[in-house]
């Protein structure tokens, strides 16, 4: 780990402690692009985080941007925050000058390398995170090998429908059915020693991170009500079953941290993306969890709009389906044993964890 | 709490310990081919085997962290973790020394006497010397503080009377140590008034009976105390901080990594036919076990680090016991179902044998060292601020 992610996370938390509250949040879920927190995170210069210092960057690593999406999770930030770092992270992989933010991203399966040849590409991608209000998309696609590619397209060559996941995030559609690749701004090159799932699993472990700090504010959450709320003439957390609810709320934060943080940690090769994998997948099993206890000590308070916990609940849960589910990441975790030739699956478990 | 504290750190293990997880491997796989054992789940508690603990402790494998001058190799406890997690994940049977290196030997380094630890450690160190547990009693489970067993100061020994049971492994150790009353109980103090004593299980006035598992097996039993006089020199700490020191055995008790890794031979060959055939639907089942695996082993580590730190890291050890043993008891029902499912796992023999020896005793994961309501109350009273 640099040695930015403690001031990193404490300037972000302070940031979003004042600037990021539960209005915010519901006032970007009705379509307001909140400008002011915007500007505010751009002094934490996520385009930047992930440069190293040499090219002009902040030089942090994956766990220094962990760290900031973690809280950014906890606190809702409804704003392209894991994207613009992943664009930025990706700008410079591909040797391309740094772009003022926000930035979208997107992991697509489009043949990009197809595209590169033909000098055309069709495109028509879903849930592009905020792209409608970016200033670029950096959309990755696969070479015929399963290297990675990028094509990054600035504001002014593509227009997106604005669009809204579950979660109430912006999550645009993106369709253009036949781009030239020769527009002012557009690029599409080969991203050096990436391949398409490093690119993904880099996106689902801030996807995860995002989780962990959403089970994080849940868990506060509800330890706040449980210890207000009255029935039977005491609060409700001094009885015993809710008491083992809040138990294992905790102990499924808990897990999804320590997989996020063990991940982020990982560096690149063979076991990296095992340990991605086990990060996305066991952060989407405690959202679950999180998300089910959360609510049934919250009871029908819980499911009002009025209440702050379903800014993070519908959250989590959306984001278990993005960069890839549970299921996919199970398959890809056991495939990452079958193509290391792993002598046994204890001896795989001690190298995707050993840092 | 660590694992919630933003500014917790997971330690990193590989690099340091890498040469001696190479020796332990080479060693289970020569006693495995020379027949020196047989892998099981559940290894901790049903492998009682003092030849085998014996040649590890001729290796220096048991308590390699301790000071050299109490049989140890100074080593760092990060060793001691990769020595223990091979021989778990290896169904290698370590029962017969386990609760003597794992609780009754840091008890003695932390709280004992000098002369205790230079009589113990080097023999528990050496494979040769097993203690048993002296917690439990008929009326005496989760609610440690209501212990019944009395001893009283007769001249310079203690006069201990009581009984014990769930004693694992009582019938092949040499001493037990007892968490006893030598004051009177107060309803005000329920805590003071206890202590801990090492009872010579050879002694006079000491009766072990088994208590037959549900399967026909023995690892438990009943330990009687008749008039057992116990010299004062045996008294571990002093009078009446008996509570303390337990509540510290106890964390001993539940932080290491056979609170996951039971199950992991039944797993091991599991996987083993999953990654060996072809990308299937199967998967699904078998990497979800992974990664619940992958993510014990890291919280394992922290706590561990912890440990080895010099804290006390309770409320971590009481949630990965809580996930962990949970997990034990989850995987039992994942493989069954593959072994009917899933054409890759069904039909293999060893599986099968595996399995037969581990679903029987599989309640015992929740219920062993706390039970999981137990760990659950404790970690939501920290929560809570209790």
């Given at each position: 780990m640099s040695d930015l992610a403690r001031p990193l996370a404490e300037a972000a938390e302070r940031l979003f402690t004042q600037r990021c509250g539960t209005d915010v949040v519901a006032s970007a879920e009705t379509g307001t692009w909140p400008q002011a927190l915007w500007s505010a995170v751009e002094q934490l210069t996520p385009a930047q985080l992930l440069v190293p210092e040499d090219r002009g960057g902040a030089g942090g690593d994956w766990a220094d941007a962990c760290a900031l999406l973690e809280r950014a999770g906890e606190f809702n930030v409804p704003l392209p925050v894991a994207e613009t770092v992943l664009a930025g992270w990706l700008l410079d992989r591909a040797g391309l000058p740094a772009m003022a933010g926000p930035l979208s991203f997107a992991c697509s399966t489009i043949d990009l390398a197809a595209a590169h040849r033909h000098g055309r590409v069709a495109i028509d991608v879903r849930n592009v995170p905020w792209a409608a209000r970016s200033a670029g998309i950096a959309l990755v696609g696969r070479g015929g090998g399963g290297e990675a590619w990028l094509l990054y397209l600035p504001a002014g060559a593509y227009v997106a429908a604005p669009d809204r996941a579950p979660a109430g995030d912006a999550r645009d559609h993106v369709s253009l059915p036949d781009l030239a690749l020769t527009g002012p701004g557009v690029t599409c090159q080969r991203l050096q020693g990436l391949r398409h799932a490093d690119v993904l699993g880099r996106a689902a472990l801030l996807r995860a991170a995002q989780i962990a700090g959403a089970c994080r504010r849940a868990l506060a959450l509800t330890l706040a009500y449980t210890g207000e709320r009255v029935q039977f003439g005491r609060?409700?957390?001094?009885f015993q079953a809710v008491q083992h609810q809040l138990a294992q709320l905790a102990e499924e934060t808990a897990a999804a941290r320590v997989a996020v943080q063990a991940a982020a940690r990982t560096a690149d090769g063979p076991w990296s993306v095992a340990a991605m994998a086990a990060a996305k997948l066991r952060a989407g099993e405690a959202a679950g969890l999180c998300a089910r206890i959360a609510h049934q000590l919250h009871g029908a308070m819980g499911v009002t709009a009025e209440h702050p916990l379903h800014q993070s609940t519908r959250r989590m849960l959306a984001w278990r389906d993005e960069h890839g589910a549970e299921a996919y990441w199970a398959r890809e975790l056991v495939q990452a044993l079958r193509d290391a030739g792993a002598p046994g699956a204890w001896q795989a478990i001690v190298a995707a964890t050993s840092r | 709490m660590l694992f919630l504290n933003p500014d917790f750190e997971l330690p990193s293990i590989g690099a340091t310990t890498a040469a001696l997880r190479c020796a332990v491997r080479e060693f289970i796989a020569d006693e495995r081919a020379g027949g020196g054992f047989t892998p099981r789940c559940d290894s901790w508690t049903e492998g009682l085997a003092p030849d085998f603990s014996r040649r590890l402790g001729a290796r220096g494998w048991i308590g390699y962290h301790w000071p050299t001058q109490y049989g140890g190799r100074g080593g760092s406890a990060f060793d001691t973790l990769t020595i223990n997690e091979e021989l778990l994940a290896a169904g290698?049977?370590?029962?017969?020394h386990w609760i003597a290196a794992r609780q009754s030997a840091p008890l003695l380094m932390r709280f004992g006497s000098e002369a205790q630890r230079q009589e113990f450690l080097p023999r528990i160190a050496a494979g040769t010397t097993y203690f048993a547990i002296g917690m439990s009693e008929p009326d005496v489970g989760s609610d440690l503080a209501s212990v019944r067993s009395r001893a009283e100061r007769v001249g310079n020994a203690w006069v201990l009377n009581g009984r014990k049971v769930w004693t694992s492994g009582a019938h092949l150790c040499h001493y037990a140590i007892v968490l006893c009353r030598t004051a009177p109980a107060d309803p005000k103090a329920r805590h003071a008034g206890l202590s801990q004593l090492v009872v010579d299980?050879?002694?006079?006035g000491v009766t072990i009976r088994p208590i037959r598992m549900l399967d026909g097996s023995h690892h438990f039993n009943e330990v009687v105390f008749d008039h057992v006089e116990v010299p004062?020199?045996?008294?571990?700490?002093?009078?009446?901080?008996g509570w303390k020191q337990v509540t510290s055995e106890l964390a001993y008790e539940r932080s290491g990594p056979e609170r996951f890794l039971s199950t992991m031979p039944l797993l091991e060959r599991c996987l083993e036919l999953v990654v060996a055939g072809?990308?299937?639907?199967g998967d699904i089942a078998a990497g979800r076990m992974l990664a619940r695996l992958m993510t014990l082993r890291n919280m394992s580590l922290g706590v561990w680090g912890a440990l080895g730190q010099g804290q006390s890291p309770v409320i971590e050890a009481a949630m990965v016991k809580d996930l962990g043993t949970n997990f034990e008891r989850d995987s039992i029902e994942i493989v069954r179902e593959a072994m009917v499912a899933d054409a890759r796992v069904a039909g293999d023999e060893a599986l099968a044998q595996l399995m037969a020896d581990a679903?029987?005793?599989?309640?015992t994961y929740n219920l062993r060292g706390g039970t999981n309501e137990v760990l659950r109350n404790m970690i939501a009273k920290n929560l809570q601020g209790k």
């Open positions: 609060a409700i957390g001094q | 290698a049977p370590v029962g017969a299980l050879h002694a006079k004062d020199e045996r008294l571990v700490g002093a009078p009446g901080d072809p990308p299937a639907v679903l029987p005793l599989s309640p």
